[in-house]
């Protein structure tokens, strides 16, 4: 604050200084022309007649009876207008302006935006695998011992430690038959054998008899339905099958022939597949709108 204030303090001086000199510049500059003025009012006062006479009265008295009567004489013309005068010096510069008042803090600004996420560190190593433990001793199976006599059921004991393996003692005498033990746990299901190899072929069997001719035991039944009747089947003997078939009517218009059986009772007329049970018959049907129509079936043994 000293230093501003020292600072504008000698501002001011250096301003005041500058009016006073310019002030002085300005009457150097008219000078000139004021002592001009004042010559030239004293020239015209003293050619002036009324002039001489006003100081004659002032001298004496004497010389006041030879003025003239004083007489106003016409208006002069009006004097030519005067050059312009030269342009004044450029006035000194002003002085500098008191300082400005410190300016409102501004409002704060809007928060930037968040920075960007780092990548994601690296993933570390695998740590390495634990060396294998030892594998564990055979346990050495002793020796059978004697039956004994059925005991109380004593508590378990702690395992005991594998001893070693005994001579072979002479056969004692056939101990008496202990009771049934506790049925022991079921094992674990034990591991699916290999597939044996396919085995040889086996010899040939031996021919068998020779069966009776068809020839023998073939037989051919018909059916007829008259009147109206506009299909018939033919059926076999018990116990024979059908060998074949077919039928006839006056119209000579098939519309349906094959074989049945006791479970298909009219033949097919569309797909594919076979019969569940042996044929012992033969259907015959006509489109025509009267029969008779009549119906044949060969059947065998």
Do not use: H
């Not at 008496?176 to 033990?181: D, I, S």
């Amino acid at each position: 604050m000293d230093v501003m204030e020292s600072g504008g303090e000698a501002r001011r001086t250096k301003a005041a200084a500058a009016v006073f000199t310019r002030c002085l510049l300005l009457c150097v500059a008219m000078l000139p022309g004021m002592l001009g003025l004042l010559v030239f009012s004293g020239s015209a006062e003293a050619a002036s007649p009324a002039r001489r006479c006003s100081v004659a009265k002032r001298g004496s008295r004497k010389a006041a009876s030879t003025c003239p009567m004083r007489v106003t004489g016409p208006t002069g013309r009006a004097g030519k207008t005067g050059a312009t005068g030269a342009t004044g010096a450029t006035g000194l510069e002003g002085l500098t302006g008191a300082t400005g008042e410190v300016g409102e803090t501004g409002e704060t600004g809007e928060t930037g935006a968040q920075g960007v996420t780092g990548e994601t560190g690296v993933e570390g190593a695998t740590g390495a695998t634990g060396a294998e433990g030892a594998a564990g001793g055979s346990a050495v199976k002793g020796e059978i011992g004697d039956t004994g006599s059925e005991g109380r059921q004593g508590a378990t004991g702690a395992p005991g430690s594998a001893g070693v393996t005994g001579a072979t003692g002479a056969s004692g005498a056939n101990g008496a038959v202990g009771a049934t033990g506790a049925q022991g746990v079921l094992g674990a299901t034990g591991v699916q054998g290999v597939t044996g190899a396919t085995g040889a072929n086996g010899p040939a069997g031996p021919t068998g008899a020779t069966g009776p001719s068809v020839a023998a035991s073939v037989t051919v039944v018909y059916a007829t339905a008259g009147g109206a009747g506009r299909s018939v089947t033919a059926s076999c003997p018990a116990g024979d099958v059908a060998l074949g078939g077919g039928g006839t009517d006056p119209s000579g218009e098939d519309r349906s022939s094959g074989p049945v059986s006791s479970t298909t009772t009219t033949p097919p007329t569309s797909g594919g597949g076979s019969y569940s049970a042996s044929p012992t018959g033969w259907f015959y049907s006509t489109s025509a709108g009267a029969g008779p129509v009549t119906a044949y079936v060969v059947c065998s043994k």
